[in-house]
């Protein structure tokens, strides 16, 4: 195994059975490297498997074959080195900002020991002032660089993002692709990130993986090797997005375009 690659996911396949009694074949036959300090995205159409993957990754769910292995090991049950954040705000919504990333610290078992870095990581996600306020009285967007800091603060060798910027209007949204993009370079965790948004994917990402449904395979995995920062207007950039555009339309069985731009 080359030093460098953090997870390997070798002919992994998970199939579910649907509330009708059918088989779904989620994932068949993925095989997939990804390094160390990479930040890399996982786009394709509805029901392709992206969150099952995902899930994978962080030991939320288990394969009936293949292996997932992280620095060598095979993946076992979740852990918090495997920071993984939701579409929807997960916060305890009676936990203030503070008490909600203390929880990251706590659930590991390492409060006493490290609750001086909770500001650390307060002023890192820009929610200075925001200590004592309550999930419901904060953005969607600081709402989710919290669960971002709550992860973050375990140090996991990665971070596992399930669409964290679904839900956020298109100006926050670019507001925490930057922060996002920070944290990557301060922190060097590797990124892993399960999104709709071609332009997202592109403007964050060393590597786009595009999937195919029914069953869930991986159809193709592009180097992006714009430089960075990356000019979302560019002509490489807007070249690649209407290229990725199209093998998305060719993978996908639903005419209407799901993508956003
Ligand atoms: N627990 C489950 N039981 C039955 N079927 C499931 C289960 N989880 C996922 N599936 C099915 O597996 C397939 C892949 O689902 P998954 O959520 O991984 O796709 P996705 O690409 O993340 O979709 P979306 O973009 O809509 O979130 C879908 O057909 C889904 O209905």
């Known amino acids: 195994m080359s030093r460098d690659i953090l997870f390997e996911i070798e002919a992994v396949d998970r199939t579910y059975v649907d509330a009708n ?85 706590k659930a590991r078992g390492v409060y006493k020991q490290r609750k001086d870095e909770i500001a650390e990581y307060i002023k890192l996600i820009g929610l200075n002032g925001f200590e004592k306020t309550y999930p419901h009285q904060i953005s969607g967007g600081m709402a989710q660089r919290v669960a971002i800091a709550r992860a973050l603060i375990n140090h996991p060798v990665a971070l596992l993002l399930d669409e964290p910027m679904g839900a956020l209007d298109a100006f926050t949204r670019a507001d925490l692709q930057d922060k996002l993009l920070e944290l990557w370079r301060e922190n060097d965790t590797t990124m892993i990130l399960v999104t709709h948004d071609v332009d997202e994917a592109l403007y964050l990402s060393d590597r786009v993986v595009i999937m195919s449904p029914r069953p869930g395979r991986i159809s193709e995995v592009l180097n992006i090797s714009l430089s960075r920062p990356r000019q979302r207007s ?11 555009l199209e093998k998305l339309h060719l993978v996908s069985e639903i005419q209407q375009p799901e993508y956003t731009i």
């Open 21 to 105: 009694d059918n088989t779904v074949e989620a994932l068949k036959n993925i095989n997939l490297s990804i390094n160390r300090g990479e930040f890399i995205s996982i786009i394709g159409p509805s029901g392709c498997g992206k969150t099952t993957l995902l899930r994978l990754l962080a030991g939320l769910d288990v394969q009936e074959s293949g292996e997932i292995r992280l620095n060598g090991e095979e993946v076992g049950g979740p852990d918090p080195t495997r920071g993984y954040v939701f579409q929807q705000s997960s916060l305890f919504p009676w936990l203030t900002v503070e008490k909600n990333i203390a929880s990251g610290l």
């Open 234 to 244: 560019g002509t490489d950039f807007t070249a690649l997005r209407n290229s990725i």
